[in-house]
């Protein structure tokens, strides 16, 4: 009785990890598919910058000093925008933010 409850417990488990991963791989994708919509024309692919971008100072996001920045001034920037930047905060969802912001870390050097 007391094996049959662990490895129903061990299956279980594993389902929810398995399950958790997947959300975590969608949540991941779909950051990135909105990180290639609104960013990449100036902030590059990569991060890097785009030639437009570099030209109209957008930051390079692979660098040390954004990588630096708070998930909290990252937030800021993309929702209220700043210089050059338009502002998204109207247009994407708190949560579309939050998974840049985190798409962004994956970008650094």
């Known amino acids: 009785m ?5 490895q129903l417990f061990a299956a279980v488990t594993a389902v929810a990890v398995m399950f958790l991963l997947s959300l975590s791989a969608h949540a991941q994708s779909a950051s990135e598919t909105l990180y290639k919509g609104k960013c990449a024309a100036c902030h590059g692919t990569d991060g890097t910058g785009s030639a437009m971008g570099t ?14 920045m708070s998930d909290a001034e ?3 920037t993309i ?3 700043k210089n050059k930047m ?10 579309d933010i939050k998974g840049l912001v985190a798409y962004i870390r994956t970008l650094k050097k």
Do not use: E, W
């Open 79 to 81: 929702t209220n925008g």
């Open 55 to 68: 030209k109209m100072g957008a930051h390079d996001f692979t660098s040390a000093a954004v990588q630096r």
């Open 74 to 76: 990252l937030t800021d």
């Open 2 to 6: 007391k094996t049959t409850r662990i």
């Open 86 to 95: 338009p502002k998204y905060g109207s247009s994407l969802k708190p949560d």
